[in-house]
């Protein structure tokens, strides 16, 4: 990155650091999801964007950390540090174990086997007594969003440095090998399966570590909001929309989709879903690659960007 580049990154930083306080009750809490959601949406990144496998199962991870936290605050009396750590763990073992198998599978097959993985995960927690079967579990309220917030931000940094990291290392070419020709890359040396479930685990990391702040933020939990399918659905929408593949990409898509979502919410209610069905679609067409690569291109190509898009689509 260039010094400009990274000091507009840190001043971005700087400024989303000071929310708590300058910003409203309501700011502050809205902020909390989006960076959650931000994290996320990274996480995804390194085996959708990266690695090139359209994963459907990272919400699992997200609930597994969830669950992490809860069951080691309410059923154990443990502190909400060690809660985290439990969840992680379960993240990357389940990541391990069903990646194996999992990644063996390509393209719309690796798609439909992980979507059944939150439906799945879904019915065994609900049987699972520790984990307060389809009750859930209720965590001890801690009523500080600003602590909440600053932890979102830490930890979407922490993704987000890690990412850049792996652009710049034999690991994170590894796994732009794969996406681009995965024979190819076997064929060159790489261990295909050790990068792939590797880059498993690491986004399921970072998705358990969101999944157990909001779970402590919102102190309610339960199989069906855990696990919930949507969630990996935004993940993804942010993540295409912002540019997979990129470092700032899933962030930038993640932040102004929550804003257009909040928007729309609180302005039109009743068709709110509709003009965001509408802008998701309106990005595909116009910006297939994502808001990072219809940056770069405008540079070169002007507004003819757009219209090439449309002619590639046939509209």
């Known amino acids: 990155m260039k010094a400009w580049q990274i000091g507009m990154v840190l001043a971005a930083l700087l400024l989303l650091a000071g929310v708590p306080w300058y910003g409203s009750d309501v700011l502050v809490q809205f902020g909390i999801n989006a960076l959650l959601l931000a994290v996320l949406a990274q996480g ?4 959708g964007g990266y690695t090139g496998y359209a994963s459907f199962g990272n919400s699992v991870f997200y609930g597994l950390g969830a669950y992490g936290v809860a069951i080691a605050m309410v059923q154990w009396q443990l502190p909400f540090g060690v809660g985290m750590v439990f969840g992680v763990v379960l993240a990357v073992v389940f990541a391990v174990l069903l990646g194996i198998p999992v990644l063996r599978l390509k393209g719309h097959y690796f798609a439909i086997a992980t979507l059944a993985l939150s439906q799945v995960m879904t019915a065994i927690v609900s049987n699972v007594g520790l984990a307060g079967q389809n009750i859930g579990l ?3 309220p801690l009523n500080n969003d600003p602590l909440f917030y600053e932890l979102s931000l830490g930890l979407l940094t922490v993704a987000t440095l890690t990412i850049w990291g792996l652009t710049r290392s034999r690991f994170g070419f590894g796994l732009i090998a794969i996406r681009e020709n995965e024979e190819g890359a076997a064929v060159m040396g790489v261990n295909t399966t050790l990068y792939k479930v590797l880059a498993f685990a690491l986004s399921g990391v970072f998705s358990a570590l969101a999944g157990g702040i909001h779970a402590y933020w919102i102190t309610f939990l339960d199989p069906d909001s855990a696990f919930d399918i949507s969630l990996n659905v935004k993940m993804i929408i942010m993540a295409v929309f912002g540019g997979p593949g990129t470092v700032l990409g899933p962030i930038v898509g993640a932040l102004s ?7 729309l919410s609180s302005e039109v209610t009743s068709i709110a879903g509709l003009f965001f069905g509408l802008v ?6 116009l910006m297939p690659r994502g808001l990072a ?4 291109r405008l540079r070169k190509t002007g507004w003819r960007y757009f219209s090439e898009n449309i002619r590639a689509h046939r509209l």
Do not use: G, H, T, Y
């Open 44 to 47: 995804w990144n390194i085996i």
């Open 138 to 140: 209720v965590l001890p």
């Open 257 to 263: 989709l929550s804003a257009i979502s909040e928007f």
């Open 280 to 285: 998701i679609v309106a990005a595909v067409v």
């Open 293 to 296: 690569d219809m940056i770069r």
